[in-house]
C-alpha cells in the first residue's frame, strides 16, 4: 500500500468479509441519518449532496456496535503508516441523481469549479474568512474510503489525481521551508495552493475510483482529490463512509518531507 499511495496517490483493496460485514451495518446506520431531523441540514447542492459529516456512530476503534472496523485497509495501515489513531464518527457522504447543484450561497465561480474540476481540493486547507484565504488547520494522517452501496461506476465517483501528492508536497515544502511547525497554521498557502492545483490538473492523470461494499481505499492525504458529477442513469444515491483522522504528532507530521 505505501509504494501504491507514493507512486498513485491512492491504493484499492479487494472485497474483504469483514470490511463487507461493517458496510453493512453502517448502511443500515447511514439509512437512518438520511432520516435524521438532526442532521438535514447536511443535505447541500439542492438536496443532491447529503455530506453528512460526523454522521455515522461509530466508536474510537470505528466499531459500530459490536461489528468492528477491520479488513485488508486497516490491516495496511497498521502495517505501513502506523498505528491507527482515536478515529472520529465518521462522514456519510451521499449522491444522488442531478448532482452537483449549486450549493448555498454558491458563486458562479465556485459552482463552475464544482461542475468542471469535480471540486477538486486538498483535504485540510480550509478556507477562512470573506477571502476565502486558504490555511492548513487539519492535518490529516490519510483518508479511508468505505463504499457502503452498490453504484454504477458513473454515479459520482471519488476522482484523484493520480501523483498529485508529490506536486501538492513540494508546493508546500516551498512554503513551510523556513518556519516552525508551530506557525505552519498561519501561513496564508491560497496562492502556493492555487498554482499547485493548476499544476496537477495539467500534469497528472484524473481518474475515478469505485468500488463496492467490502471493498476499500486508502488517499494520500496531499493528493488532490474531488467528486465527478452524477452521469449515470438515475437510482437510489450511492453511499460511502469516509476517515480522515489528524496526524498523531499534530501539524509537524503532515507528510511533506
Not at 454522521?55 to 498505528?83: Q, S, V, W
Amino acid at each position: 500500500m505505501v509504494e501504491a499511495l507514493a507512486m498513485r496517490s491512492w491504493a484499492r483493496f479487494d472485497w474483504d468479509n469483514r470490511t463487507a460485514l461493517w458496510a453493512e451495518a453502517a448502511c443500515a446506520a447511514g439509512r437512518k441519518a438520511l432520516q435524521d431531523p438532526g442532521l438535514a441540514h447536511w443535505y447541500q447542492c439542492e438536496n443532491t449532496w447529503f455530506a453528512g459529516v460526523d454522521a455515522l456512530p461509530n466508536d474510537a476503534t470505528g466499531a459500530l456496535g459490536d461489528i468492528p472496523l477491520e479488513g485488508a485497509a486497516l490491516e495496511a495501515i497498521r502495517a505501513g503508516l502506523g498505528p491507527i489513531p482515536p478515529l472520529h464518527a465518521a462522514q456519510l457522504s451521499v449522491i444522488f441523481p442531478g448532482y452537483p447543484r449549486p450549493r448555498a450561497n454558491e458563486s458562479e465561480a465556485a459552482f463552475g469549479y464544482r461542475l468542471k474540476r469535480d471540486s477538486a481540493h486538498v483535504d485540510g486547507l480550509l478556507a477562512e474568512g470573506s477571502q476565502r484565504r486558504r490555511h492548513l488547520r487539519e492535518p490529516h494522517a490519510w483518508i479511508l474510503g468505505l463504499p457502503l452501496s452498490d453504484s454504477h461506476p458513473d454515479a459520482a465517483p471519488m476522482v484523484v489525481w493520480e501523483g498529485s501528492h508529490k506536486v501538492m508536497a513540494q508546493a508546500f515544502r516551498n512554503a513551510f521551508l523556513d518556519h516552525p511547525p508551530e506557525v505552519w497554521g498561519e501561513i496564508d498557502v491560497t496562492e502556493i495552493y492555487q498554482t499547485a492545483r493548476r499544476e496537477v490538473f495539467d500534469s497528472c492523470p484524473r481518474v475515478r475510483v469505485h468500488a463496492r461494499p467490502g471493498e476499500a481505499y486508502v488517499v494520500h492525504p496531499l493528493a488532490l482529490h474531488g467528486v465527478a458529477p452524477w452521469s449515470a442513469p438515475d437510482g437510489p444515491g450511492r453511499m460511502i463512509a469516509y476517515f480522515r483522522p489528524e496526524c498523531p504528532g499534530g501539524i509537524a507530521d503532515w507528510p511533506i518531507s
